[in-house]
């Protein structure tokens, strides 16, 4: 099992550009959630998932969309990009009540 | 808003040395703790967990976290570090009706020296 995946590894995007990080997951969670890290700020909470076709805002939503049309996938989006948003993300996914499963993340910088 | 508050930024140890790093959540009600490890270059990974009984919990490599409820704390300890626990230590806080999410700290840097 590959557990949480997440494409790409690394990007450079230019400002106003836009994207998709993908996050995939073989573990079957109904669970599944969007972090940005950013130096000595630990993680925030961009947007989670309870189950396929629902989404909610996390912490730090603006600037970002998320869509849950399987269990399997979580689709990041940046419409508009920013160099505020230069930061590496990470999927997570968790079953009920359990700990988080944490992607390899994808760093991301905005210029 | 729940919070979670890690209070050494930065920690320089010497390798046997024993390590404890503080933990502080504000939240009155029933909490779910986790500590988190991110090795250099790596994504995070789950060192230990606790959900309820025991409130002394351990978790893998040797590291052990106890849960005083009176203090909203959950200090992470180790009696000897090596140098390959160099890493940044994350503690994180599921609060009831949260809807399962996590209230991450901002972490804490150790490094382990020879």
């Known amino acids: 099992n590959a557990g949480v995946t997440q494409t790409p590894k690394f990007r450079i995007l230019k400002i106003g550009q836009s994207m998709t990080l993908q996050c995939a997951q073989d573990?079957?969670?109904?669970?599944m959630y969007w972090y940005r890290q950013d130096p000595g700020m630990g993680l925030k909470l961009i947007y989670y998932?309870?189950?396929?076709?629902?989404?909610d805002k996390g912490e730090v939503p603006n600037g970002y969309n998320v869509s849950r049309s399987t269990t399997e996938d979580f689709p990041l989006r940046l419409e508009l990009a920013a160099p505020s948003q230069t930061s590496v993300y990470f999927c997570?996914?968790?079953?009920?009540?359990?700990?988080?499963?944490f992607g390899p993340g994808t760093r991301l910088t905005v210029t | 808003a729940q919070s979670v508050s890690q209070h050494n930024h930065h920690v320089i140890l010497s390798e046997a040395a024993s390590l404890e790093l503080g933990c502080n959540y504000s939240?009155?009600?029933?909490?779910?703790l986790f500590w988190y490890v991110q090795y250099p270059g790596q994504h995070l990974q789950l060192l230990l967990k606790?959900?309820?009984?025991?409130?002394l919990v351990k978790g893998i490599k040797g590291f052990e976290a106890e849960f005083i409820k009176s203090k909203f704390s959950f200090n992470l300890r180790k009696p000897s570090v090596q140098w390959s626990d160099t890493a940044e230590y994350f503690c994180?806080?599921?609060?009831?009706?949260?809807?399962?999410?996590?209230?991450f700290g901002t972490g804490t840097q150790l490094k382990v020296e020879l």
């Open positions: 998932s309870v189950g396929a076709g629902i989404t």
């Open positions: 997570a996914t968790a079953s009920r009540k359990d700990e988080q499963y």
């Open positions: 994180a806080v599921g609060f009831t009706g949260g809807g399962n999410k996590l209230t």
């Open positions: 606790y959900f309820s009984g025991d409130p």
């Open positions: 573990m079957n969670h109904n669970y």
């Open positions: 939240y009155g009600g029933t909490v779910n």
